[in-house]
């Protein structure tokens, strides 16, 4: 009685051992990690994140944006265990992966969520598509001639595609990424 962490399985408290293994895998602080696992529990009381209610979570990051595109394709990146929902382990993790890795850890997040069809490769449509939702999440809404996203894809995939299949693999995507300054700072914002 009175003792509200203790139920196994309830969320509302995190472990020590939880808290150390987030700190090892993020640059968050601790008061950070509780402030942002407050937040996931304010969206769901069990700790446990919909598609819809990651939608809601992830648009703090970037409000006034559209965020929903990139959140269908990145959704699925971050279920890790594909039951459907992303627990606080697997949202923190999406987050400080889109936000606090190096170039190459988020330029290769950036590519496992442009790969949807989940064969190691990108395509022209996947890459339009990451184009769009990332365009959607800036809130950039010139997208005509240079910068119409199919245009832009096409333009991209023929310069980067080395083995000629008009299909980027990922090694392919990083590279040409890093020595793409807009694709990068599109891609991958606040890298330096």
């Known amino acids: 009685m009175g003792n509200k962490g203790a139920k196994k399985g309830v969320p509302s408290e995190l472990t020590p ?6 700190k090892a895998t993020t640059k968050y602080t601790e008061p950070e990690i509780r402030q942002w696992h407050a937040s996931v529990l ?3 009381p069990t700790g446990k994140l ?7 979570a992830y648009k703090r990051f970037y409000p006034g944006a559209k965020a929903d595109t990139y959140c269908q394709l990145a959704f699925s990146v971050f279920d890790a265990n594909n039951d459907g929902t992303i ?3 697997e949202y923190l993790l999406a987050v400080a992966a889109a936000s606090q890795g190096d170039l190459d850890d988020r330029l290769d ?14 395509n022209q449509k996947e890459l339009a598509t990451m184009i769009t939702a990332a365009y959607d999440l800036r ?3 010139d997208r005509k001639g240079d910068h119409d996203p199919k245009k832009r894809a096409a333009e991209i995939i023929s310069r ?3 083995g000629g299949d008009k299909k980027l693999s990922k090694a392919e995507f990083i590279t040409g990424c890093k020595n793409d300054p807009v694709l990068c700072h599109l891609l991958a914002p606040n890298v330096h």
């Open 160 to 162: 980067l595609d080395i």
């Open 42 to 44: 304010q969206e769901s």
């Open 17 to 22: 051992r939880q808290i150390a293994m987030l």
């Open 109 to 122: 997040v950036a590519f496992d969520i442009c790969d949807t069809s989940d064969d190691g490769q990108i």
């Open 139 to 141: 809130g950039e809404t």
């Open 87 to 89: 627990d606080f382990n």
């Open 50 to 56: 919909n598609k819809k209610q990651f939608v809601e």
